[in-house]
């Protein structure tokens, strides 16, 4: 089964920056997509950012501007460059891989705090 590995997490204050990273087993041409979700106690797990197979990439409005999903095709690596960051921000961020045959798979998740 693919495997995920996430790091970058932490604490942070407002207006500061994190890099996730995900790191996933497996080839990058069985990867149909790749997402960073979020989620905040009490609340949904959310759809962060994604970038599909095809170069085509999403984002939720509320990080729009301030995030950036990228991917190291060599690396099976996904990267979620977070600016700005704010404290409804903080969550528990979760990488998930979708394969080409339509399963999907999820990281452990990395704790995202940003605090004063």
């Known amino acids: 089964q693919v495997q995920l590995v996430e790091s970058g997490g932490g604490l942070v204050q407002p207006g500061g920056s994190l890099r996730l990273s995900c790191a996933a087993s497996?080839?990058?041409?069985?990867?149909?997509?790749m997402a960073w979700y979020r989620q905040a106690p009490g609340k949904q797990r959310e759809l962060v950012a994604s970038?599909?197979?095809?170069?085509?990439?999403n984002y939720a409005d509320s990080v729009k501007g301030r995030f950036t999903i990228s991917r190291d095709n060599t690396k099976n690596t996904v990267y979620l460059q977070m600016n700005s960051l704010k404290p409804e921000d903080t969550a528990v961020y979760y990488c998930?891989?979708?394969?080409?045959?339509?399963?999907?798979?999820w990281g452990q998740g990395t704790q995202v705090t940003v605090s004063s």
């Open positions: 497996g080839s990058m041409y069985a990867i149909n997509a």
């Open positions: 998930k891989l979708r394969s080409v045959y339509g399963n999907e798979y």
């Open positions: 970038i599909i197979s095809g170069g085509r990439i």
